[in-house]
């Protein structure tokens, strides 16, 4: 089993920064990749950014030169800085770890972090 535990979102004006952060907890010796994902009311959930257990890192096109996710492996924790945020970033954050145990692949999600960038 993997816990996460989504942080840092809030209300920020347009053009401002947040950074979040997804703790992880539990068999994270189990995890392959860890993702930001969000969702804005009627549409649905998009993937945001991701970070491989090997260091890779992939961007949606919309957060590409905005967002930066990085992670410190000592404690268990997947940040996702976002810079020059507009209001379309509006959304509900989550964070969802990939895991691999016994040859059973896994996904386990954050409860989410609301972020909303007022114009």
């Known amino acids: 089993q993997v816990q996460l535990v989504e942080s840092g979102g809030g209300l920020v004006q347009a053009g401002g920064s947040l950074r979040l952060s997804c703790a992880a907890s539990?068999?994270?010796?189990?995890?392959?990749?860890i993702g930001w994902y969000r969702q804005a009311p009627g549409k649905q959930r998009e993937l945001v950014a991701a970070?491989?257990?090997?260091?890779?890192?992939n961007y949606a096109d919309a957060v590409k030169g905005r967002f930066t996710i990085s992670r410190d492996n000592a404690k268990n924790t997947v940040y996702l800085q976002m810079n020059s945020l507009k209001p379309e970033d509006t959304a509900v954050y989550y964070c969802?770890?990939?895991?691999?145990?016994?040859?059973?692949?896994?996904?386990?999600w954050g409860q989410g972090t609301q972020v909303t960038v007022s114009s």
């Open positions: 969802r770890a990939e895991a691999t145990m016994t040859v059973t692949d896994y996904d386990y």
């Open positions: 539990g068999s994270t010796f189990s995890i392959n990749a």
């Open positions: 970070i491989s257990s090997g260091g890779s890192t």
